[in-house]
């Protein structure tokens, strides 16, 4: 009979960094030994209203003193009638149906199974280096970065991998990538999926682990097209882009597009778990019967954090302060880029920005490490992304002041002279 041991973390999950959080304000985590660090993370997107916001404390402690679980199919609850009746005045068009899940992963699950139901089609189209997910169908629509899915063959089928117009990677301009990347997807309906056997396409409108590449509004023009000409969905992936991140209420709402399908989740709820595929209701009614549910989703605390959320989202003008800080942020990161060669581009939308770290014009994801480890050891919490982790990504809360981006940038500036 083996003694009993303590229990751990399996070693599989990899710390991006060395804190061990003692308890997060606005946009400080304070660690266990009462440091402060600037958290530029916020739990990947996911702290939008910046850490503890005393207003979504507030909502949650009350609905815990009412009701902690309340599963959505077995009884209704309140709080999440009134964020339905709430997102609905969010959502673009004539989306007004919410289904709601635990995580981005899910939402994603079940925005394939509704574009495969709702169209009777098999396949689905998805852009080379989106994310969407770590569950098997999730995964099988993701091209990131293999190490999603290594280990996992054979994937799900039905999944077609278009191009997305990274005109940086390719080397040509905006125009030029687009160009390419049309024609490409015009190939692919001639030879690799029918398109009566296309059910839709799923695209975020900058991608997240990809590498922080946006999309552009005729690009986007050009999938919305395709779509109705052919009769297919297009559904967007907002997880990480979404809820005011990119200065705009949906990061689609850039490129002026009208998607049949939207996933959002990070941002919804400040921190707590909860996530929402939606679509009009005359699309979500050709979903099959037991194909929606889960134990969890729509849990009753979530919603209520949600509200909270959107009402702070809305009082402080957080959509605003993230074009207005977005902004700024790109113009102190441009100016690092005219100063040091590392830095091979510069792209994203309001506060979800990448900064490409090169040598030679080759992605350095080992130099972006030496850059990040050196800015937490000053105080400064980044994490990178791209196929290589070469791009630092800045995810700061959506309550981040100009003093605290100058902060940030000026760590990243002495980070980079210290990696010279």
């Not at 402060?36 to 997107?45: C, E, K, N, P, Q």
């Not at 707590?272 to 989703?297: D, N, R, V």
């Not at 980044?382 to 940038?409: I, N, S």
Request: hydrophobic share 40%.
């Amino acid at each position: 009979m083996t003694a009993n041991r303590p229990g751990h973390l399996s070693p599989l999950l990899k710390q991006a960094t060395g804190v061990v959080a003692e308890r997060g304000e606005g946009c400080y985590i304070i660690d266990t030994e009462g440091r402060r660090h600037l958290d530029f993370t916020a739990g990947i997107g996911v702290t939008s209203t910046g850490h503890c916001h005393p207003k979504v404390v507030a909502a949650a402690q009350e609905q815990v003193g009412k009701l902690i679980h309340g599963q959505y199919t077995t009884i209704m609850h309140k709080p999440i009638q009134e964020l339905s009746a709430r997102l609905g005045e969010k959502m673009p068009g004539d989306i007004d149906a919410l289904f709601y899940a635990s995580a981005g992963t899910e939402a994603a699950e079940s925005a394939m199974r509704l574009m495969r139901h709702a169209t009777g089609r098999p396949n689905i189209v998805v852009f080379h280096g989106g994310f969407h997910g770590r569950t098997m169908g999730a995964a099988s629509l993701t091209t990131s970065g293999t190490a999603y899915t290594a280990g996992l063959q054979p994937l799900m089928g039905g999944v077609v991998v278009a191009p997305f117009p990274n005109a940086f990677r390719y080397g040509w301009s905006e125009e030029e990538a687009t160009d390419f990347c049309l024609r490409e997807l015009d190939f692919i309906f001639q030879t690799l999926s029918s398109p009566k056997d296309t059910a839709g396409m799923l695209i975020e409108p900058i991608q997240g682990e990809g590498g922080f590449v946006p999309a552009n509004a005729r690009f986007m023009a050009g999938l919305r097209e395709r779509c109705d000409h052919h009769d297919m969905l297009l559904g967007i992936d907002e997880v990480q882009s979404g809820y005011g991140r990119t200065g705009r209420f949906w990061c689609h709402s850039h490129f002026d597009v009208q998607p049949d399908i939207v996933m959002t989740a990070k941002g919804l709820a400040s921190g707590f778990p909860l996530s929402a595929c939606a679509a009009p209701q005359h699309i979500m009614e050709k979903g099959w019967s037991g194909s929606q549910g889960g134990t969890y989703g729509g849990n009753a605390v979530a919603c209520a954090a949600a509200l909270a959320t959107l009402d702070v989202i809305e009082e402080e003008g957080l959509v605003e302060n993230a074009a207005a800080q977005g902004a700024h942020l790109k113009d102190r990161l441009d100016a690092l880029k005219d100063k040091h060669s590392c830095i091979g581009d510069v792209r994203g939308k309001g506060l979800m920005m990448g900064a490409e770290i090169q040598k030679d014009g080759v992605p350095d994801g080992d130099r972006a490490e030496q850059i990040v480890k050196i800015c937490e050891s000053h105080g400064l919490l980044l994490l990178r992304c791209g196929p290589g982790k070469q791009v630092v990504r800045w995810l700061p809360p959506l309550v981040v002041t100009a003093a605290q981006v100058d902060e940030a940038v000026d760590i990243f500036a002495n980070a980079l002279d210290a990696t010279g």
